[in-house]
């Protein structure tokens, strides 16, 4: 008996095996459990989010562009838009879908499964566009592709039926649209110009664009649709893109199935851009752009002493609210037919004709060649290596020194001391004036192909000796030298304070973090030979016809001819600052002919327009200088 006891106390060992089994099938079990709940179903719901939510991009309306003293150049104006989302039309897309198959199953006709439901859903759509055609007397009709490409691919964002519903529209579809249509009036924001073709160039404009920022907007793993927005394309509004552009905001919606919006479960608002302010008065623009009206050129009128761009004008120009909310093909083929498109200021490229003796002069007075002293005797004609070089005055302005040859203009006078000067000493006077290259304004696509010869360049490019005819021609603002007319405002800027360069600058106060070029470093007698010839030129020579009682002005007229194959082009050049004592207007103008019957010069075209400049600009002024004689 006790031995039978005895063996029931002992444990089998075939039960311990069981229990290792047990025991490893639980474990298997819960790790199964684990990994299908933490791991499997985290990606799932992953999956399930991605498939589920859907984020909309809008973006943030553009900053504004203000003149100097606060005038709105550019803004923003509503744009009303009739729109239908497509979610709320699921139902009426059915039962149009069921009316147009029934023929069919009736006929026992084999239905064609995609033409069908595409075609009920242009006839739902465009009985809602018939509603706005009767309201506001359109013919408007579905584009029945463009239709089933937005239910492919933005179908979560609105329909639109009609685009930029002018005020009067816009009213009477809020009056007569029923409460519960699906119809809606969508608002967004495009970009206005109160004053049209004003600085147009410099402005610049936008362009329709789905490339927002989209930087601090959460969901960037779900699929996103975007709200049309703008980019800068020409001008300030390209330049300072990132500055102006609006702050994206967005949203987060759950979607069913099909597509279709659900609930909207997160918002975060769009912001406005940033602001700019520029240098441009716009009233002196407008005096010049009405100056420059009936000519093709620039002008640029700059403050010397702080290299603020007071106005830049280019004509021919174009209307900026024809490109909102876009540009049609037939207005962009009229600019481009009118040659509209360049910004002349700082894109064309120009010889300077007289108005770079300024530069021979300053070249032939630092390297001591000529001084108040040197005189030339002009017959009408001078001789270079064999080649006669003819005075704009073929009858000779008689015994010249360097004030003198400033205020008329004498060619012989520049041609037979810049020879004398050579080549080199000219060429580094128009480096120290910054000729040779860009100014680096805040406008994207400044030309850097401007041009000042020398016989290296020559033989690099032409594979030719530089000979002193070539420098003759130079001497004078002829043969090989191209600037444009913003150079020569902001060399003229720099000449008028003594400096070597100025940089031009759109923006108010935008070099103020600019630490001044270095002064010229002439001989100050020789520097006032200069100034005295341009003062001359305006009192009683070739400038006459930019003199203005009351205020002193400096200034000097250039024409140049550009060989082409129609015929030779007159430029006609003005360049000038005042009052001369305390600089704070500088200006150069450019009048481009673009017929060879266009007999256009410095002082007959160009000076009337700097005049008309010089007026605006002091009768703005505080202690007006003309306030006697204004009418």
Not at 35 to 64: F, K
Request: with cysteine; proline share 6%.
């Amino acid at each position: 008996m006790n031995q039978i006891l005895e063996s029931h106390k002992n444990y089998n060992p075939r039960l311990r095996l069981f229990y290792v089994m047990v025991a490893a099938i639980v474990l298997i079990l819960l790790s199964g459990l684990f990994y299908r709940q933490l791991i499997i179903g985290t990606l799932y719901s992953d999956r399930e989010e991605l498939q589920n939510l859907r984020r909309i991009l809008v973006p943030g309306p553009r900053g504004d562009i203000f003149d100097r003293n606060g005038e709105l150049l550019v803004g923003n104006r509503p744009r009303f838009a009739a729109v239908v989302y497509l979610a709320e039309l699921r139902t009426k897309f059915r039962q149009e879908f069921a009316q147009l198959r029934r023929p069919y199953l009736e006929q026992g006709i084999s239905i064609d499964g995609a033409h069908l439901p595409a075609l009920a859903r242009s006839r739902v759509v465009q009985r809602y566009l018939d509603e706005i055609n009767e309201i506001l007397d359109r013919e408007e009709s579905i584009d029945s592709n463009e239709l089933e490409q937005h239910l492919r691919q933005r179908l979560i964002l609105p329909y639109f039926l009609v685009n930029d519903l002018d005020p009067e529209e816009y009213a009477r579809l809020l009056e007569q649209v029923p409460i519960d249509s699906p119809i809606q009036v969508y608002s967004s924001s495009v970009r206005h110009y109160p004053y049209g073709s004003a600085a147009s160039h410099v402005l610049g404009y936008v362009g329709s664009t789905l490339e927002i920022p989209e930087e601090g907007v959460p969901g960037e793993r779900l699929m996103t649709f975007n709200i049309r927005g703008s980019a800068g394309r020409e001008g300030l509004e390209s330049y300072f893109d990132d500055r102006i552009q609006g702050q994206t905001g967005g949203e987060i919606w759950v979607v069913d199935p099909a597509g279709f919006q659900h609930r909207r479960i997160e918002q975060r608002r769009s912001v406005q851009g940033d602001d700019v302010v520029t240098s441009i008065d716009i009233n002196l623009q407008l005096d010049i752009e009405e100056a420059l009206r009936d000519y093709t050129g620039a002008a640029v009128a700059m403050d010397p002493r702080t290299g603020e761009v007071l106005a830049m004008a280019t004509r021919p120009g174009y209307d900026l609210n024809d490109f909102t909310p876009s540009l049609s093909s037939s207005m962009a083929s009229r600019i481009n037919e009118i040659g509209a498109w360049p910004n002349r200021a700082a894109q064309g490229l120009y010889p300077p004709g007289s108005t770079f003796k300024l530069i021979t002069a300053m070249a032939a007075l630092r390297n001591g060649h000529i001084d108040a002293a040197t005189t030339s005797y002009c017959r009408g004609s001078f001789r270079v290596s064999g080649r006669t070089f003819h005075c704009h005055n073929r009858a000779g302005h008689g015994e010249v020194d360097v004030v003198r040859a400033l205020s008329v203009s004498c060619n012989v006078f520049f041609y037979e001391h810049g020879v004398r000067t050579g080549i080199e000493g000219i060429h580094s006077e128009a480096v120290r004036f910054g000729l040779d290259r860009r100014t680096g304004i805040e406008l994207p696509g400044e030309t850097g192909r401007m041009l000042v010869g020398n016989p290296a360049w020559k033989r690099r490019v032409r594979g030719f000796a530089w000979f002193p005819g070539d420098t003759a021609n130079i001497s004078i603002g002829q043969g090989d030298v191209r600037v444009t007319p913003l150079q020569m405002a902001a060399a003229t800027a720099a000449f008028a304070t003594g400096r070597e360069t100025v940089r031009p600058t759109l923006i108010l106060g935008g070099n103020n973090d600019t630490p001044p070029s270095p002064p010229l470093d002439i001989d100050p007698d020789y520097y006032q030979l200069v100034v005295r010839g341009m003062i001359d030129a305006v009192e009683s020579g070739t400038a006459r016809n930019a003199g203005l009682p009351g205020v002193d002005i400096a200034g000097k007229t250039g024409t140049a001819q550009v060989p082409t194959r129609a015929g030779r082009l007159h430029m006609g050049w003005f360049v000038g600052y005042a009052p001369v004592e305390d600089p704070r207007i500088a200006i150069a103008v450019l009048v481009e002919g673009t017929h060879p019957d266009d007999n256009y010069g410095g002082g007959a075209n160009a000076a009337p327009i700097a005049r008309q400049a010089f007026r605006r600009f002091f009768t703005e002024q505080p202690g007006d200088p003309l306030a006697d004689i204004r009418p």
